[in-house]
């Protein structure tokens, strides 16, 4: 389990050609933004993970029990990134 604060960032993109082109492995012209997305995982005693995104008014709330009873088959064999 997470014992400390942990805070990542990534810059914003914008793709300003050939966004769907990548899929058919072709080049597309990208350039990053001065904005930056955020990401701080800190532990609670709560048994919750909480989601809170402030610039938009949404925060919610799971039970981390519940979530690691969901269904997951619908992954199929799909490469799982945290096996």
Sequence with gaps: MLSEVLLVSAPGKVI?????AVVHGKVALAVALNLRTFLRLQ????GQ?????PNIGIKRAWDVARL???????LGGARRPWN
């Design 16 to 20: 300003l050609h050939g966004e769907h």
């Design 43 to 46: 532990p609670h005693s709560n």
């Design 49 to 53: 993970v909480c989601l809170n995104l």
């Design 68 to 74: 690691q009873l969901q269904d997951t088959s619908f």
